[in-house]
């Protein structure tokens, strides 16, 4: 089964006996407000692309643009988790 979103899947995991592979801070995220148990797996996994999106209408807007870099440098400075 897909979702397209990663919450899709936390609540078809939660609401069946699948299981969901998702990005280990959004599954403690989840966990803490849900009767979800996390295994962490015996595999490791390429690492996921983030990318921050705006609408072109808004691509002038200053401050938008000023949170992006913010993300930018923010993400630059995470240490890759293992």
């Avoid at 089964?1 to 989840?30: H, K, N, W």
């Avoid at 996390?38 to 938008?64: F, K, T």
Wanted: glycine share 8%.
């Amino acid at each position: 089964m897909q979702v397209p979103l990663f919450a899709g899947a936390y609540f078809v995991a939660g609401a069946s006996d699948l299981v969901a592979i998702v990005p280990e801070r959004l599954a403690q995220i989840y966990a803490a407000i849900n009767d979800i148990e996390i295994y962490q797996l015996a595999q490791d996994y390429p690492s996921l692309e983030i990318s921050a999106l705006m609408h072109r209408r808004n691509g002038g807007d200053a401050g938008l643009r000023w949170l992006c870099g913010v993300l930018v440098e923010a993400a630059k400075k995470q240490e890759p988790r293992r």
